[in-house]
């Protein structure tokens, strides 16, 4: 046997690496964080919020009612004007406290996201804490230099911002909302994902810690129907949501003729184009984090991935060798690579997404691996043999499922990529730097990538097109959202 064979044939075991949860002190229970404590509901209920890798309640947390989130806008109200007349560098040295809490707290509030939302450890180590404690830490750089961000004209706070986030990064979507707002001077109220609250009530607990004037964040956990009623609330001046198209549009319908600014960010069906001169064993590492970081709960995941005809069987191939080795299970296993799905809906979602590919046509492969038998979990999967008017290249699945297509020329590329009502993000891989600039200003999309992908910094600007939304969260583009320019 030659030594190449022998290299080649060895096969790595993994032991378990779990990441200990016993550091972790979570209350029982967590009430709504209003006017800078920790209160009781007064009309609404108490919930438990489940662990998606186990079914079990990680710990029992307040969800608000009308008469809730009306005392959370009242008293984000009071704290307003006193907040704005704070001078830029007094704000900034809040914002720089929160961040530095972040990051003194970063294991905890990594294993507290990851046994709230079920996404793997690594992931919320790595990329959720220390990009929330980013964000705060760019905008309290902003906060005193205001005036250069919008640079010869006046600038001031819009006044009380309702803010609205998903469960796919609860902390990170917070530090997106909070930072910018609290920097220019706003107070917010901000409602968490029902499934994910966990986390904005430990960055509670820090702002409590960083002593920001009662008022200027409230915190209110809830449903749905919470967050259709805060943004009802006459008393607001800014609603700022992420999530899902649907509700989206609801918040536009709700909002119409009352003048409140407001800002969408939305799904998407995000093309990942990969050109026949792409470094391949590059691009298949770039499919993989695409699609598969956080179980592909992303809105802008690369959810579709074009790949050029000549190369489409080598790319298919070499993704499904890769794809073989991906780790799925215990997300607070430091070797996972896909953790459980967010929810019993979103998994019955992908499934029936899932199922209407088979139907309509698609090839489907899933990888072989042993699932856990409690929790929701959904292996990684590639559609190939995919129709552009199939669903599964049409709609969000918004989990670890690829649907693959192809291109033979520039041309067809463009078209087909933007053949789609979502516009958010874009991948392109190809080594020809003026090819990539060429496809990238002709995509319909509000973030391209050039050969890397899900590459997230809070100094560039991120938001939609189309059907993905409009308005545009980080860097300086991030404060003209939460200012009122004359
Ligand atoms: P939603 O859009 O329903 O949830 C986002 C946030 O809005 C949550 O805090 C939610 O509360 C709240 N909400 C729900 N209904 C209303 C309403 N009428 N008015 C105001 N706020 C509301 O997304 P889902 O959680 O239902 O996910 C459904 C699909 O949306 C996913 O399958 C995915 O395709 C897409 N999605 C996209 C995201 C993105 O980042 N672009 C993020 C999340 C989902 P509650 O948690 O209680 O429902």
């Given at each position: 046997m030659s030594t190449q064979e022998v290299r080649t044939s060895i096969v790595w075991d993994y032991a378990p690496a779990p990441e200990s949860p016993d550091h972790v002190r979570l209350r029982d229970s967590y009430g709504l964080f209003i006017d800078g404590d920790f209160r009781d509901p007064r009309d609404g209920t108490r919930v438990p919020s489940l662990n998606?890798?186990?079914?079990?309640?990680v710990a029992e947390v307040a969800f608000a009612g009308p008469g809730d989130l009306r005392r959370a806008v009242e008293s984000a109200r009071r704290a307003q004007p006193a907040w704005a007349a704070l001078s830029g560098l007094e704000r900034g040295k809040y914002l720089f406290r929160i961040a530095r809490l972040i990051q003194e707290r970063t294991r905890e509030l990594a294993i507290v996201e990851s046994m709230d939302g079920g996404k793997p450890v690594r992931e919320s180590r790595d990329v959720d804490v220390p990009l929330a404690a980013a964000h705060f830490f760019h905008y309290a750089g902003w906060a005193d230099k205001l005036a250069y961000g919008v640079a010869g004209r006046r600038a001031e706070p819009l006044g009380v911002a309702a803010q609205i986030v998903p469960w796919n990064f609860p902390l990170l979507m917070a530090a997106w909302k909070l930072a910018p707002a609290l920097a220019c001077g706003n107070t917010s109220v901000l409602k968490p994902a029902e499934t994910t609250p966990l986390t904005a009530l430990l960055l509670a607990e820090i702002i409590q810690e960083a002593e920001?004037?009662?008022?200027?964040v409230g915190i209110v956990p809830g449903d749905g129907a919470a967050g259709a009623a805060l943004v009802r609330?006459?008393?607001?001046?800014k609603v700022a949501f992420t999530g899902s198209t649907g509700v989206g549009k609801d918040i536009q319908a709700a909002l119409a003729g009352r003048g409140v600014p407001l800002t969408l960010e939305l799904g998407g069906k995000s093309a990942n184009i990969v050109f026949e001169d792409a470094a391949i064993d590059q691009a298949v590492e770039g499919i993989v984090n695409g699609i598969f970081f956080n179980q592909g709960h992303v809105?802008?995941?690369?959810?579709r991935l074009l790949i050029q005809e000549s190369v489409a069987d080598t790319v298919i191939g070499k993704l499904w060798e890769r794809m073989g080795r991906l780790r799925v299970g215990?997300?607070?296993?430091?070797?996972?690579d896909v953790g459980a799905i967010n929810s019993r809906e979103q998994l019955d979602r992908i499934r029936s997404l899932v199922s209407a590919g088979e139907e309509e046509g698609a090839v489907r492969r899933s990888i072989e691996c042993e699932l856990p038998d409690r929790g929701w979990w959904f292996a990684p999967t590639v559609f190939t043999?995919?129709?552009?008017?199939?669903r599964i290249a049409v709609?969000?699945?918004?989990?670890?499922v690829v649907s693959v297509l192809t291109f033979r020329t520039q041309a067809e590329a463009i078209e087909k990529a933007n053949n789609s009502t979502y516009g958010l993000a874009a991948g392109i891989w190809t080594d020809k730097g003026a090819k990539a600039f060429e496809v990238a200003s002709a995509l319909q999309a509000g973030v391209v990538w050039q050969n890397t992908y899900n590459h997230f910094d809070p100094t560039a600007a991120f938001g939609g097109y189309k059907e993905s939304g409009f308005g545009r969260e980080g860097g300086?583009?991030?404060l003209r959202s939460y200012l009122r320019v004359s």
């Open positions: 998606p890798a186990t079914e079990e309640p920001l004037p009662p008022g200027v609330e006459p008393d607001i001046d809105c802008c995941a690369g959810s215990d997300p607070l296993d430091k070797n996972t043999e995919v129709a552009p008017a199939h709609e969000e699945i918004f989990g670890p300086p583009a991030g």
